[in-house]
């Protein structure tokens, strides 16, 4: 599947070269580079050269080879703790309206990624109900 980019995205005209950025890496179907606004150093964003907003818009194709490119980078930083970030909507903390995955390296408790998980108690036989609604 040929690469579909849109002309006023962030994140396409990074992948066409009209914008800079610090690449690390780019194959057929994905593009990767220094965030410039890190978290923490060595901070990069995994990019589909397909623009979708939202990860379940995405041709299986693209996404197929984020996860390799994603590790490929955590291991060139030879850090211990690391977090890999996806976000799909503004209220989900998307900034750019492109599929992109963050490689977010973790050296402490107070650099990198931080986050509140607010995990609540779930009932089974609910969590069973949802799992059927779903239909997979």
């Known amino acids: 599947m040929a690469s579909k980019l849109v002309a006023d995205c962030l994140f396409c005209k990074i992948i066409r ?3 800079p950025s610090v690449k690390l890496l780019e194959t057929a179907t994905t593009f990767a580079f220094l965030d410039i606004g890190p978290l923490s150093e060595g ?3 995994v990019v589909p050269k397909f623009h979708a907003e939202k990860m379940h818009q995405l041709p299986d194709e ?3 080879d984020s996860m390799p490119v994603a590790k490929k980078i955590a291991t060139a ?3 211990d703790n690391y977090n890999i970030l996806q976000n799909n909507g503004r209220l989900a ?3 750019v309206p492109h599929v992109h995955f963050h490689v977010i390296p973790k050296p402490s408790a107070d650099k990198g990624l931080i986050i509140e998980w607010p995990a609540q108690k ?3 036989e609910h969590l069973k ?3 059927k609604d779903m239909k997979l």
């Open 17 to 19: 070269g009209e914008i």
């Open 43 to 45: 901070h990069a964003l």
């Open 62 to 64: 693209f996404l197929a």
């Open 77 to 79: 930083l030879g850090v």
């Open 93 to 95: 903390h998307q900034e």
């Open 122 to 124: 779930a009932d089974v």
């Open 129 to 131: 109900e949802i799992a």
